[in-house]
């Protein structure tokens, strides 16, 4: 495209060739028909339309062809298709419609149609890849949580498991703790049974001695008892005799 040179035809020239016409719809430069990608083919359609005005009426084509005053001298086409050359070759549009072909204005608005669904279809397709973006965008979101949820939940088990075996060292410690008590009581115990026997042992010795006392102090005691009983029983003894002796004596 850098090698194509166009004979565009300057947009004062246009507007001055308006204000002689009297009229400023009575022509049209081709190029400014059409809709195009500016940074791409910007030289192609200068190259193809840059030269070529489309006018209202024949007249106006054939001064824009033909009339030195008016300063163009251009490819001057009509509505009809008409075509009106610089050169003198005039063709002329077939109006019945049965064998002549697309005129200039329907072939500008077959391209036009065709850059409109060029432009549609790219619309479409950014709108396709905006969406596939967003897609990607929230599927990578979404994995960055699904990460970032799974090193936490690894986190929570490490610490569990840390605290399980915190728990289980504390659990170890305090029944260490408890059976020292325990061992620590039951010696304490066994002292204090230990002088509770002695004590038994000499209270029972206590009671022992007291009772083998009794029993000599009774026995002492039973003896005294059967002294006195023979002496009571010698006593009434002696009794008896004595009143037998009295009663044999007033007798």
């Given at each position: 495209?850098?090698?194509?040179?166009?004979?565009?035809?300057?947009?004062?020239k246009?507007?001055?060739?308006?204000?002689?016409?009297?009229?400023?719809?009575?022509?049209f430069?081709?190029?400014?028909?059409?809709?195009?990608?500016h940074?791409?083919?910007?030289?192609?359609?200068?190259?193809?339309?840059?030269?070529?005005?489309?006018?209202?009426?024949?007249?106006?084509?054939?001064?824009?062809?033909?009339?030195?005053?008016?300063?163009?001298?251009?490819?001057?086409?009509t509505l009809?298709?008409?075509?009106?050359?610089?050169?003198?070759?005039?063709?002329?549009?077939?109006?019945?419609?049965?064998n002549?072909?697309?005129t200039?204005?329907?072939?500008?608005?077959?391209?036009?149609?065709?850059?409109?669904?060029?432009?549609?279809?790219?619309?479409?397709?950014?709108?396709?890849?905006?969406?596939l973006?967003?897609?990607?965008?929230?599927?990578?979101?979404?994995q960055?949580?699904?990460?970032?949820?799974t090193n936490?939940?690894?986190?929570?088990?490490?610490?569990?498991?840390?605290?399980?075996?915190?728990?289980?060292?504390?659990?170890?410690?305090?029944?260490?703790?408890?059976?020292?008590?325990?061992?620590k009581?039951?010696?304490?115990?066994?002292v204090?049974?230990?002088?509770?026997?002695?004590?038994?042992?000499?209270?029972?010795?206590l009671?022992?001695?007291?009772?083998?006392?009794?029993?000599?102090?009774?026995?002492?005691?039973?003896?005294?008892?059967?002294?006195?009983?023979?002496?009571?029983?010698?006593?009434?003894?002696?009794?008896?005799?004595?009143?037998?002796?009295?009663?044999?004596?007033?007798?």
């Amino acid at each position: 495209l850098n090698r194509i040179s166009s004979n565009l035809i300057p947009k004062n020239k246009i507007e001055s060739a308006r204000r002689e016409l009297g009229d400023p719809n009575a022509i049209f430069l081709a190029k400014d028909l059409v809709t195009y990608n500016h940074s791409k083919y910007e030289t192609l359609i200068n190259y193809v339309f840059g030269s070529t005005i489309i006018c209202s009426t024949s007249a106006i084509a054939q001064r824009v062809a033909f009339d030195e005053k008016l300063g163009l001298n251009a490819m001057a086409i009509t509505l009809d298709g008409d075509i009106y050359n610089p050169a003198g070759i005039l063709s002329g549009g077939d109006r019945s419609g049965t064998n002549r072909g697309p005129t200039l204005l329907e072939t500008v608005a077959e391209m036009n149609q065709l850059e409109e669904n060029i432009r549609q279809y790219n619309s479409n397709n950014r709108q396709e890849l905006t969406k596939l973006e967003r897609d990607y965008v929230q599927s990578q979101n979404l994995q960055q949580q699904i990460d970032s949820l799974t090193n936490e939940m690894q986190l929570l088990e490490l610490k569990l498991a840390q605290n399980d075996e915190h728990r289980l060292q504390t659990e170890i410690t305090t029944l260490e703790q408890q059976e020292f008590n325990n061992k620590k009581e039951l010696d304490e115990q066994r002292v204090e049974e230990k002088v509770l026997n002695e004590k038994i042992s000499e209270l029972e010795k206590l009671f022992k001695n007291e009772g083998e006392a009794k029993k000599k102090e009774l026995a002492e005691i039973e003896q005294l008892m059967k002294k006195a009983e023979k002496q009571v029983d010698l006593s009434q003894k002696r009794s008896r005799e004595m009143q037998t002796q009295i009663k044999g004596k007033f007798s």
